[in-house]
């Protein structure tokens, strides 16, 4: 139980260290060092069910009441502490610069992609009241917020490899994890429904999607869904193969160069953030592939999940030509 609420803990958004020790000479007295990046973070760890199943736990276990010291530290170092896994010379890395102007940025077009796509197949396929859901690249939290509209009970838990897009997503979750999506830390059989909104599967190759399917068949529990929207090879390799524009906002402008590599199955899109006197405010690539429909078909049946639909994101049918599909698939029963 301890060992599983530290692997849980370590998970939360802003736990910075987390470790239950117990003596070795003395099964009786144990030692917690927590660590947590603000008041925000311990709310979040508080909030795991299993604190209060190892809290109950101890009245059984000590023989005194639990004493404890809280210290508040302020460092010069910045934070958070990036990734093992991520480089902190690469200055385009995607849903750095972007994460706090996304909402403003691309928030409305992403609630109507949402709203169109997901929650039209979640409302078809129906979610069982209270139902755990799992948002995969959750992003700051668009899906979230919509997702309380079909059921103010759903425990919601927010998934993203980008913590300065998590950083957005404010309460929008009961659970923020920062992970791969090719290695998602929750237990096997958690979820009844996963989710992915606004092509994020897209910024996975093949290898990796594949990976990710399989992930998400072992944490769904039977009868599970994933439902996700695409953008398809005919908007990432045709609309968009040497195609550029530029928002003219308030304070500056945001420029779009999208190239196609045709032989990659691929689209590199790099964003340019300028202010008002020309400035570059921030720039990244965004980096995204495009699979056909036979393809995700196949990596779909191989993680034990069956395409129960596919559709254009604006009509029931499915067509080659359109540049956003919706899939719902389904984990079997047995």
């Known amino acids: 139980m301890f060992a599983e609420l530290v692997r849980q803990s370590r998970q939360v958004l802003g736990v910075r260290h987390f470790d239950i020790l117990q003596d070795p000479d003395d099964g009786c007295r144990f030692v917690s060092v927590e660590v947590f990046e603000d008041r925000a973070a311990v709310d979040r760890q ?34 958070p502490t990036p990734r093992a896994d991520r480089s902190t010379d690469d200055q385009t890395l995607p849903y750095q610069g972007f994460a706090e102007e996304y909402d403003r940025l691309l928030g409305d077009l992403a609630v109507r992609t949402w709203q169109q796509g997901i929650l039209a197949e979640l409302a078809r396929i129906g979610v069982p009241a209270g139902a755990t859901v799992v948002d995969l690249a959750a992003g700051t939290g668009v899906g979230g917020r919509l997702l309380r509209s079909l059921d103010d009970n759903l425990t919601l838990v927010g998934l993203d490899a980008s913590i300065e897009m998590l950083r957005q ?54 009868g599970g869904w994933l439902v996700f929207d695409y953008s398809s ?54 980096v995204q592939y495009a699979l056909d429909a036979f393809q995700v078909h196949r990596l779909a049946e191989s993680a034990g999940l069956r395409v129960d639909r596919v559709r254009d994101l604006h009509r029931a049918e499915f067509s080659p030509s359109a540049s956003t599909h919706v899939w719902s698939l389904r984990k079997g029963d047995g």
């Open 233 to 286: 090879p005919h908007l990432l390799c045709q609309q968009w193969r040497d195609h550029h524009h530029t928002d003219q906002l308030a304070d500056g402008t945001l420029h779009w160069r999208h190239r196609a590599d045709r032989a990659g199955s691929r689209c590199v899109t790099t964003l340019t953030r300028y202010d008002q006197t020309g400035a570059v405010r921030w720039e990244e690539q965004h």
């Open 46 to 79: 508080s909030a795991l069910p299993l604190v209060g199943e190892v809290i109950s736990a101890f009245d059984g276990l000590l023989r005194v009441a639990p004493r404890g010291s809280a210290f508040h530290v302020s460092a010069s170092e910045p934070w």
């Open 169 to 222: 997503a404010g309460g929008s979750y009961r659970q923020l994890v920062e992970a791969d999506l090719c290695q998602i830390p929750l237990p096997s059989g958690f979820a009844d429904v996963t989710v992915s909104g606004f092509d994020s599967l897209n910024y996975l190759d093949g290898t990796r999607l594949g990976r990710c399917l399989g992930e998400v068949g072992r944490v769904l529990k039977p």
